[in-house]
């Protein structure tokens, strides 16, 4: 299947990621599969990709810290269950000249939208267990990879049987890293001149709340 050069919107990678990992697990079947997707951008990406494996659709929540003045550029991560930590990006870091405080002023807004979207998204119901599963981690485009790497982390903590990484697009350097992190990585769209993300996407908009809560309500749902 020949990849895009772009994407419509978040909805079309989904489709176009579906389809790549259905034609992986022909080759290499999962085991009792769970999709974890990062809100918010990561949940429409991801509901295609539960619907085609009829695997359970999941958040895994994660917050980047933002670099001063670029709040997109990921310098650092915090992951629910996790969130006394920060996961830092140590070759952007130590090229900034951080306010004090920075991170730790961060990681407190983390935390605390962490907590809010857990509470909405949620709605009172328990994280999906993903001991000995295959676990499918999907986000809508990898930038610096801050954020995939902490959420991969958090995953590996919970002994899963296998860990698959399906975004849309990401820059080679970062594919090449994952590579070494994960057991599998589905990423249909790997151009070399890497600006933005959105900028593969005619239709980047934010994704709201409704959004999300729309994608869990309809995906399928099973423990």
């Known amino acids: 299947m020949k990849a895009p050069e772009r994407y419509h919107d ?17 080759r290499k079947p999962l085991h009792d599969p769970i999709v974890l997707a990062l809100p918010r951008g990561g949940v429409p990406v991801a509901f295609p990709v539960a619907q085609a494996l009829d695997a359970p659709l999941d958040l895994l929540f994660v917050r980047k810290i933002g670099a001063p003045g670029q709040p997109e550029f990921a310098i650092a991560a915090v992951v629910e269950g996790a969130e006394d930590a920060v996961v830092t990006n140590p070759d ?7 306010p004090d405080g920075w991170l730790e002023e961060g990681r407190l807004r983390a935390i605390a939208e962490i907590a809010r ?19 499918i981690i999907v986000d809508d485009g990898v930038a610096t990879g801050t954020s995939l790497f902490a959420a991969i982390a958090a995953v590996q903590r919970q002994d899963p049987r296998d860990i698959t990484v399906a975004v849309p697009v990401a820059p080679p350097e970062i594919l090449a890293r994952l ?15 890497f600006q933005a993300v959105g900028f593969f996407y005619d239709d980047f908009h934010q994704v709201e709340d409704d959004e999300v809560i729309m994608a869990l309500a309809g995906a399928p749902c099973r423990g």
């Open 179 to 193: 590579r070494d992190a994960v057991d599998h990585v589905i990423c249909p769209l790997a151009p070399r001149l």
């Open 10 to 26: 978040r909805a079309h990678a989904g489709q176009v990621l579906a389809r790549a990992l259905t034609d992986h697990t022909a």
């Open 117 to 135: 979207q857990r509470n909405d998204y949620r709605a009172g119901r328990t994280r999906l267990p993903v001991a000995g599963r295959s676990v």
């Open 92 to 98: 952007i870091v130590e090229g900034l000249r951080l």
